[in-house]
């Protein structure tokens, strides 16, 4: 009988359900401020030229997750240096940070060495930028976007620069190539969204309160944008774009699930404030 059992769990585990009897790792999420975005010419995130002589201020988020005692860092926003640059409108694009991750952290009182992961939803500078200040941890990105990296040269705009640490072997790499339960419980799950990039990707994060969390990455950068299906023009495949929010956007109405677009300032009210957790 025993064995019996041991076999059906062994089973369980192979077909990628969670044994009933596992017991499940407490859950936290964290917003954490990476930066500000001027956007002054709103067309560069549309192909169809949809906001002629728009211009928006865009939020820059990342997510810190807690999984029992493992943290995951959800992407590493603008870079640290960047920390107190005054922004210039007479730029199409232009960005600053007002406090880094670091320091966020020691808000909350957690050493940036117990950040046993991180996830990037793909290599942007605005998510990459403070990547190399957490070199313990194992850096989980979407298959396509490593690829891209690791050419040498690095195309599509991708900056290996904060990369070198795993790039070089000295940090280990974990390469997505579809969706990926990160800590092998269903909580929490990186989710295979290519088009902005090759390996762009979101994340779905299971709370036992809160209930389903989707976070965006950069398939849509505005509510309006997510709307409307606009495709930046800076986008990689336009039609894996557009199947990629038809596949976010069904997966958000089956799991009634709370959507945060990460560059929409107004998406940041969705989660309690910081230093608060959502549960
Ligand atoms: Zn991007
Ligand atoms: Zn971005």
Redesign the pocket.
Known sequence: MRKLLVGLVASAAIWGGTPAIAQKAEVQLWRLDCGTVAANDLNAFSDTQAYPEQSKRLTSSCYLIRHGSDYLLWDTGLPSAMKGKPLDDSQAMDATVTLTIKEQLVQLKIDPARITHVGL????F??SGQLAEFPGATLIVGKGDWTVLTTDPASYGANPAPFAHWISGGGKVEQATTDKDVFGDGSVTMLRLPG??PG?SGLLVRLKEKGPVLLS??LA?FSENYASNGV?T?NVNRAESLASLDRFKKLADNLKATVIIQHEPADVGKLPAFPQAAE
């Open positions: 939803s793909h290599y942007h605005d998510h902005h990039t762009h990455g950069d950068h930046p800076f």
